[in-house]
């Protein structure tokens, strides 16, 4: 009998796919991880993940499904390579995508290698989204899930060809609606939980306060200025502000404007207006390739820039091993430094890489 490590998250959706494995005749195993300290505030535990009561969740899912459950600690790995990442972006300008760092170094790469370790066939987790294999290309593919509405093909970009070759997604060919309904006839205890929506380490939403925390440190003042140098204003330190923000700035000024720029070498936050803030260009860089091996020639795509943003028409074209240039057929809205741009062809992830 195959064996099947069963990310569980204690939310419905990984709860169901460890049922579906199990119907599917493999010896399934939950796995929680434990990813950081500290206490979640009590009205900011239910917008999360990865609380103590989630833990108890996903235990009591598994004994009603009659499998091991064990959490594994990747406090370590998820500091370095999760939060760590997250406050440097904000100190250098970026707008960090810390679920996409998670799913790439914590729940894939670092679920995959201790898979193998203990001799578990595959990993399966509760995202929508689904795995092919096409003997034609000899690749794996990622392809979006049949709940356009849930899709997370987005933040599933960086997975490898190795990963891919083991990671089940059980989910992929339903709706939100039949996994509540799994839940429910099951009579698991979250079976009407809401999903979690904010960043598992800063419940409360409030980024710069977290930052500050975390590094000690404090952020200085600096002036707000149009994009000629004229001063607007002073801001309370740069990693407040992200691209494209309007509200929050404490300015009264004559018409709406809008972060464009953070000029770190002079603290310096630049305002526009809402035209200046679009581009037809961006560079990407730490690139993951899943339908093609490499970008021989311009490709046309349809991109997303941010996850919740509709897919726009564009041409990629490969500048080097981990780099290339994407040209929008129409101007995009505040492109941001540090998000992921991901690229489809219909319904399969072509690849992506972070927006330099």
């Not at 989630?54 to 459950?69: F, M, N, Q, Y």
């Not at 000899?138 to 509405?149: E, I, N, T």
């Not at 002036?223 to 929050?248: A, N, P």
């Not at 726009?312 to 080097?320: D, R, S």
């Amino acid at each position: 009998m195959m064996k099947a490590m069963i990310a569980m998250s204690g939310g419905v959706d990984s709860s169901v796919a460890a049922y579906l494995m199990q119907k599917r005749g493999f010896d399934c195993t939950g796995i929680t991880l434990k990813l950081f300290d500290g206490d979640i505030p009590e009205d900011a535990s239910q917008k999360t993940c990865c609380s103590a009561d989630d833990t108890e969740d996903a235990k009591s899912v598994c004994r009603v499904l009659g499998i091991p459950h064990y959490v594994y600690n990747f406090k370590d790995s998820f500091r370095e390579k999760v939060i760590d990442r997250f406050v440097k972006a904000y100190e250098t300008g970026g707008t960090p995508n810390p679920c996409i760092d998670c799913n790439r170094y914590i729940k894939f790469e670092g679920l995959v290698r201790r898979s193998h370790e203990l001799g578990f066939d595959r990993v399966v987790t509760g995202h929508y989204a689904t795995v092919e294999y096409s003997a034609e290309r000899g690749r794996y593919l990622l392809k979006k899930s049949a709940d356009k509405s849930k899709d997370q093909s987005y933040v599933l970009y960086p997975l490898t060809q190795e990963q891919l070759a083991v990671t089940v997604f059980p989910l992929g060919e339903m709706t939100k609606e039949q996994t509540r309904e799994i839940a429910l006839e099951m009579g698991m205890i979250n079976a009407k939980k809401r999903d979690s929506q904010d960043i598992c380490f800063v419940p409360d939403g409030d980024y710069a306060a977290f930052i500050e925390r975390y590094t000690g440190k404090t952020y200085p003042c600096g002036d707000f200025t149009d994009e000629s140098g004229k001063v607007l204003g002073t801001h309370k330190g740069i990693i407040r502000y992200t691209i494209g923000q309007r509200k929050g700035l404490g300015l009264a000024l004559p018409a709406p404007m809008y972060v464009k720029e953070k000029n770190l070498s002079e603290n310096r936050v630049v305002l526009c207006d809402n035209e200046s803030l679009f581009s037809r260009e961006l560079l990407a860089n730490d690139l993951n390739l899943i339908s093609v091996d490499r970008i021989d020639a311009p490709m046309r795509v349809r991109a997303r820039v941010r996850y919740n943003q509709p897919e726009q028409p564009a041409t990629v074209v490969q500048l080097a091993d981990d780099l290339i240039k994407v040209t929008f057929d129409e101007p995009q809205r505040a492109v941001c430094t540090g998000q992921a741009v991901v690229l489809y062809d219909g319904d399969y992830v072509v690849g992506g890489g972070t927006i330099i």
